[in-house]
């Protein structure tokens, strides 16, 4: 209960809204859920949703309550920010590598996507195979070209000179974070050496794969500039460390699985620690020298 009560009270100072909820309810005696439902209101000063999925009790309330907790203007921040506008010709460069679910795309493309026929813009998918090949269809340059983080020194060398250049990473760096904080962090990147700790920072929890971003890529190209020696440490899902000070640097990933306020809670405090922190799309554009020419929302 203490952790609860903890993560309460910070997103209560954030000026989050928070519905205290008890699950399970079907499997706790009545004096046991107004125990419960007391301990709650006292320490929180809210009423709990007590509900049951196996019952159905309590679903319809917590949905209303939901409802009535969203904050105005809430959904109004853009992926692609004011970078195109209606008819615009986007081409996203989206590798299908074994990170992809078979038969699926990855959130982060789903959600551009999406984003982009919103807007009406005129929306051409490819994988970077057909990359140059979808350039010599088209009768003009496409307005932007959002690509995958790890095939971005190859779509930057071939873009025509007229088209914008961004990555999915980059997009959601400032989406789901705070991008002028992670360009920061970027830059501390040349300020390690091969006694240098860096963290790496994934919210998914899925099991490790050949040729992964954030296991194998962006370490490796790290050692390749300073050394075997770098430590690079990876955490997972919800699991960020409390004393963030041994680090010299951490490297965030996209956190498409997670929502911007708990982002903000990482690079706060990181902030509060003096701890450089940048994203994984950031750090790649950075590495191969382009970030300048990168477009950002």
């Known amino acids: 209960m203490e952790q609860e009560l903890k993560w309460y009270r910070y997103f209560m100072e954030k000026q989050t809204p928070v519905i205290p909820v008890l699950s399970k309810a079907d499997l706790c005696t009545q004096e046991q859920r107004a125990d419960l439902a007391g301990l709650i209101r006292k320490n929180t000063g809210t009423n709990v949703c007590q509900i049951s999925a196996a019952t159905g009790e309590g679903i319809r309330a917590l949905k209303e309550e939901l409802a009535r907790r969203i904050p105005e203007g809430y959904g109004t921040r853009m992926i692609t920010g004011s970078l195109v506008s209606e008819k615009d010709l986007v081409l996203l460069v989206m590798p299908q590598d074994i990170q992809a679910p078979k038969g699926r795309l990855i959130l982060p493309q789903v959600q551009t996507l999406r ?151 990482r690079i706060d405090r990181a902030r509060e620690q003096k701890v450089p922190m940048t994203n994984y799309g950031v750090t790649i554009a950075h590495l191969t020298g382009i970030l300048e020419h990168v477009a950002l929302p």
């Open 115 to 265: 984003e982009l026929l919103d807007k009406k813009c005129l929306v051409m998918s490819v994988t970077t195979d057909q990359y140059l090949a979808a350039l010599q269809t088209l009768a003009a340059p496409p307005k932007l070209i959002i690509t995958d983080s790890q095939v971005f020194p190859y779509v930057y060398e071939h873009k025509p000179t007229e088209s914008m250049l961004t990555s999915f990473s980059v997009l959601f760096a400032a989406y789901k974070g705070d991008l002028p904080y992670y360009i920061e962090g970027a830059a501390q990147i040349d300020s390690l050496n091969e006694h240098s700790r860096v963290l790496i920072a994934e919210c998914c929890t899925h099991a490790p794969l050949k040729e992964d971003i954030g296991r194998v890529k962006i370490p490796r190209m790290l050692k390749k500039r300073f050394g075997e020696s770098l430590q690079v440490d990876l955490v997972s899902g919800t699991d960020f460390p409390e004393d963030l000070t041994s680090y010299d640097l951490i490297i965030q990933c996209g956190a498409c699985m997670f929502n911007r306020k708990y982002v903000m809670y």
